[in-house]
DNA sequence: AATGAATGAGCATTCATTCAT
DNA sequence: TATGAATGAATGCTCATTCAT
């Protein structure tokens, strides 16, 4: 009789997945994607190399899903926050502060997500992942404009803008330097300087 | 007689020098950084191998003098722009518009310039370059603060700021897909975003 | 059910790593350590580069694997017979004709091992092994000293002569001419020559 | 009418030659006959490369040029010494004496005359060289023994044994360690162990 | 004679992927 | 299913020697 995979065996293949993806996660949080190799993976899961290829097709793949939940449990994060209540202003601010805040807890794997090369898959999936986060901004935005707590203006390029602040401001710096320590202040200002391209002021 | 080298004999040394980087340049411009191996670029020289390492000592300082070379153009360019005539206003405006021009004529070079890891350093040449950039648009900044057409604000990350929107709006997208066509209303609207954090404006 | 390592298996891989060894020896004694690269090793060994690595971290790790394989197999032969039964001359003018023997009998190797330069970590290795040598013929001549057999003097240095003996005597000539032969009567020579520089004669 | 060197042009080229032959001593002296290459020793020279194969065939025969050059000169310095006035027993004092200071004082170059291989040409000479030291050894030792100062004994081994024991406890172990000291009381060790095996003594 | 740019085989090392067991 | 040994193309770099000028 033909072998047919039980629920158990199903689980079973599922949870070694996670393994595997959980232990690329730990490696890929301290050195990046290009620390990862297949070698040291299966090694780490407690595996033979062989058998990591029966659950990722090629390393490739592997990475896109490994991107894929970091960059949707982000963008989740942020997400919350953003539809959370207050006003867009208030919500713009507290976006931004977490989105802040998360990368300068885990640089390197900011860094990785945001910034370093792995393949032309990896790429596609960064550009999603960074207009997610725009989306987002985006949204509140709308909503600002439509409140007239911001000024009318292209919502898509200020959304995008904000991101692009985020990343070169704190992200880039922070991968120069290990021990480069963020301020609470530069966040403020980050805040203010696109509160401040967003918002109608009077003298 | 002893044979002398001429004039004609140095030239050509440095005219091979010029070749090799400019072999290497169209490599880069095709496929980043990381495309470049040595023994291509020999063979697309149609030299050998040895003879690059007499031009130049390692990989590395090769790809450093490339960064160099093509960073400093840049910077020149948008620096020229940055000191010229007119108010901080409209030369804020010619610089942006400047810098994301020549980013949409070579999408792959300024990637690669702007994002691309190579080694560290290149990192750290990367960072001078970006803070380069930033170091003209804050003397803008700072004039225009002056002259009250902007109002006052920590220049240091306004101009850092614009580095990465520019960075995020353009050069990102442009190195995913190849036939993405930036409109000049792009710019335009980077411009106006840019000006609403910087300025002053009534109701 | 899982593939789980066999005995069979093990034995499989222990007998490659020492296929290698073997081959790489066999490589040595043919035409020193210079003559070994890892990939003469490979095809000798009928495998691919790469899994020379597998069992070999570095040229330099193989190199003073294979070092310490040979040497400590000539010192402990040496040591046997030094702490044998007999009186202290009866086991010095043994112990000089073993290692004359084994030196005339494997030339390329011994040359090799005490002289052919390779890398410092080998260089290291080459001292403790000469320290060893020297140890053992120390040990037989502070046990003659104490028997009044052998005269007093430094003993460190009477050892350590004798092994520059034995090498300059024995090793060195043998490596230049391949059809040298060494006469028993040359180890005779060499025991009478340090006998006498140990003993106390009555004309 | 044909080209013909002047004595003029002969003294030229033969300046030339000696200009070469001193600036790759210099190099040796610093570094071992494996840091001398065509290249530097070109441009420490102030020529082209193609210049330095119209004095020397190949790099195999300017090494062998300078070993012969250096170890003739150490030879002479010894032979002066070995067939000056005195007894044949303080003649070999100072012989080893003369041998072992010289050994002291350029200790790269010593290593690199006695040790460092270079290729099988320069094997060859090496022999020659140590040959020429045991030599004189030999010649003191069979006059010694005429004068009935030392016992008699093959000479030979016992002149090639002196060489070992100097080679052994004096310049291997200033390779090891580029601070060893030497100490004067050592020369004096390797004098006595070396009387000993030589001369006949009364209890 | 002198130049020095050019050569190119050679070397140690890495790592994603395969496949016989 | 799982194993893990094996693969081998790829890469940066060196250096004695040649030869057109």
Redesign the pocket.
Known sequence: MAYR?TEK?KT??ES?RILLLNCAILQINAGGFSS????NL?NSA?????????YFD???LLFVEIFKILTEKEVSIIREVAIGCGTPYQRLNEAIATFSRRAMHSQKQSYALIFEPVNPMIEIERLKYRKAYAAIFKQIIDEGIAKKEFIPQPTDLAATAIVGIIAEVLIRPLTQDENTHIENTLIEKIQEFCIRALTIRQL
């Open positions: 995979p065996t079973r293949k070694r990862l190799t297949m070698d299966a407690g595996i033979a190399v062989g058998t990591v290829y029966k090629s390393k490739s």
